[in-house]
């Protein structure tokens, strides 16, 4: 791993929110969790919730993809 990438990477996780947002994608496995579930389960606005996803996949650690009306986000596993 670059030493950039591993400063983006824990520069993205050093927030409270973005990191427990981490844990339960982590916890969650490859299935990933919906926005409405990471949202509801953290008890985050979904503004909220969109900016730390992107700051989460920007540093890689967080991919989405839509299955069937929702967008899934997992935590990247081969990544971390």
């Known amino acids: 791993m670059k030493t950039n990438d591993a400063v983006a990477m824990l520069a993205a996780l050093a927030q409270p929110v973005r990191l427990n947002i981490?844990?339960?994608?982590?916890?969650?496995?490859?299935?990933?969790?919906?926005?409405?579930?990471?949202?509801?389960?953290?008890k985050l606005p979904a503004a909220t919730l969109s900016f730390h996803i992107a700051q989460l996949a920007r540093a890689k650690l967080v991919?989405?993809?839509?299955?069937?009306?929702?967008?899934?986000?997992a935590a990247n596993q081969p990544t971390i």
């Open 22 to 42: 981490f844990r339960l994608l982590v916890e969650a496995g490859p299935e990933g969790r919906s926005a409405g579930a990471i949202a509801e389960k953290l």
């Open 63 to 73: 991919g989405a993809g839509p299955r069937r009306r929702f967008i899934y986000y």
